[in-house]
């Protein structure tokens, strides 16, 4: 269950760590962790090897702290990728490393530069549109070489990210992580939840009145699956 990988300090620890490998001229992967994820991992045996090859785990959804929390790794905090964003851009430009924003929205990744750069105009910053995370082109990869950023953030939806994310090990920036909607959510194109719905677990449930049909599937995995899965794990370990 990556518990291994679990990240078990709170915030400003974790800006720490992810910044120290983003200096690292070794890449390390950042992955979240939601019920979405083990619901993919345990469908997709490459999906799982690809997510536990991961290097940092984040328990990003209310599923994965209360697992955690249930295994007994009771330092573990809720840490959404969202929060993470702007304090990590904050030592990129303190320390001017390159940065580099993938997602499949241009309109969106041109608004969160825009806002970005407003508020670290010497961050050296770039974005690039990639439609289908399966599939980009060859001038990512050339892009890429010729910025050499030191930290990559990939906004795409599960299973894709993970996927694309593995294949931008070779690019060579010290830290690649990914953060799901959160530049729907900087950018002002999605609401931010509430802090008191974030603070007791109830984002899902904003978010799912946000957009009913397309949070459906999501919304299900989340309060129908993942509880009757993470029992059986649990009863299973423990035999």
């Not at 679990?6 to 992810?18: I, P, S």
Request: hydrophobic share 45%.
């Amino acid at each position: 269950m990556l518990a291994e990988r679990l990240f078990c300090l709170g915030k400003q620890d974790a800006v720490e760590e992810l910044a120290e490998r983003a200096a690292s001229q070794r890449t390390s992967l950042c992955c979240s962790l939601n019920a979405y994820t083990f619901y993919h991992m345990s469908k997709d045996p490459f999906y799982a090897k690809v997510t536990r090859e991961a290097e940092i785990a984040l328990a990003d959804g209310t599923s994965a702290f209360v697992l955690a929390r249930l295994q007994g790794l009771s330092g573990v905090e809720r840490i959404p990728g969202c929060d993470l964003i702007e304090p990590l851009l904050a030592v990129a430009a303190f320390k001017g490393w390159p940065v580099l924003l993938i997602g499949p929205n241009r309109s969106n990744l041109e608004r969160l530069r825009l806002r970005f750069l407003k508020r670290w105009p010497d961050l050296p910053l770039a974005i690039y549109q990639c439609v289908s995370a399966e599939g980009p082109g060859d001038d990512l990869w050339a892009m890429a070489k010729a910025w050499s950023p030191r930290i990559i953030f990939v906004g795409f939806a599960q299973p894709y990210q993970e996927l694309l994310m593995r294949r931008l090990r070779v690019c060579g920036a010290g830290l690649v992580m990914g953060v799901g909607g959160a530049f729907d959510v900087l950018s002002g194109r999605v609401r931010q939840t509430p802090v008191i719905m974030r603070k007791v677990g109830l984002e899902w449930l904003y978010r799912f009145f946000q957009k009913p049909v397309y949070r459906f599937r999501k919304t299900a995995v989340s309060i129908g699956w993942f509880p009757l899965w993470a029992v059986y794990r649990l009863i299973a370990q423990r035999r």
